[in-house]
């Protein structure tokens, strides 16, 4: 009986562990990316990681709610990054928004990246990667 519970305990230890793993092949070469109010536009380096598999890389930037903003721009919004290789996304301020940003204070902004993997050639079937809000 005690085995059989220290068991389930690990299992379920270990259910959980594996479900927080999540390989991604297209990364962000940082974690923070602070962009000074003079500072106009900032370059970002996308490593896709996968050695044999090219993606699509869409990247936007939303609000601290997690709402588009039209005040920041990632370009390219779109890129194909071939298997192990770089490739840059830069965030520009558009003006005429950001000046509408509060001058005392600092402004939170999330830069996202989706990497979409190729699909195999099939005629019966049609994907489409969707966003859940």
């Keep these: 009986m005690k085995n059989s519970r220290i068991s389930r ?8 562990a594996w479900s ?5 092949a297209v ?7 602070i962009m000074d109010a003079p500072q106009k536009t900032v370059a970002i380096t996308l490593n896709n990681d996968d050695k044999t598999t090219p993606f699509l890389a869409q990247s936007w930037v939303t609000d601290a709610d997690g709402v588009r ?10 890129q194909r990054i071939d298997a192990g290789q770089k490739s840059q996304v830069r ?3 558009v003006r005429g928004l950001t ?9 939170l902004f999330w830069f996202n990246v989706r ?11 049609c994907n489409w990667p969707c966003r859940a809000s």
Excluded: F, H, W, Y
């Design 69 to 78: 903003t039209d005040a920041l721009m990632a370009l390219p919004p779109l």
């Design 115 to 125: 990497g979409v993997p190729r699909s195999r050639k099939t005629t019966t079937s």
């Design 99 to 107: 000046d509408k940003l509060p001058q005392d204070r600092e402004t």
């Design 91 to 93: 965030i520009t301020q």
């Design 20 to 24: 927080q793993c999540s390989p991604a």
């Design 9 to 16: 305990v690990i299992l379920l230890a270990l259910v959980a």
């Design 27 to 33: 990364n962000v070469d940082r974690t923070r990316i």
